[in-house]
């Protein structure tokens, strides 16, 4: 009895053991899913927030590259492709970045460039005065 015994103890572990690989490979997919499903939301949110920082007015090529990165994302996701998209969504997010901070930059050095000119013109009006 005790080999009987210990025979339905292997096969109860055997099978234990591949029913929890088995629910865990089925678990994956939707973790991997729900993960980058949850990076494509947060380069829509970066592409958004560049958009907002004029990036389509002073960084134009960067934001391109990242909306087609993040519609390469969405492509992917919809094939199930969910690593590719999580990655193209992962680079999608620091491309928008890189916009909205060059626009940002842009922005900066265009008002500094005013200010000189203001400054030149004072100083030439300054310049034109009686003494």
Do not use: H
Not at 22 to 38: I, N, R
Not at 90 to 116: F, G, H, P
């Amino acid at each position: 009895m005790d080999g009987k015994k210990r025979r339905i103890q292997q096969v109860f572990i055997v099978v234990t053991v591949i029913g929890l690989l088995f629910a865990v490979g089925c678990a994956a997919p939707k973790t991997t899913a729900q993960l980058s499903g949850e990076k494509i939301f947060r380069a829509e949110k970066a592409f958004s927030d560049a958009k907002e920082g004029n990036a389509s007015l002073n960084a134009k090529d960067a934001l391109a590259v990242a909306e087609r990165k993040l519609a390469n994302a969405k492509d992917a996701f919809a094939k199930q492709n969910f690593d590719e998209a999580a990655n193209l969504a992962e680079q999608a997010a620091v491309d928008a970045e890189y916009a909205r901070a060059k626009a940002t930059t842009q922005k900066s050095l265009n008002i500094a460039e005013e200010i000189k000119k203001n400054n030149e013109a004072q100083r030439q009006e300054i310049q034109q005065m009686p003494k």
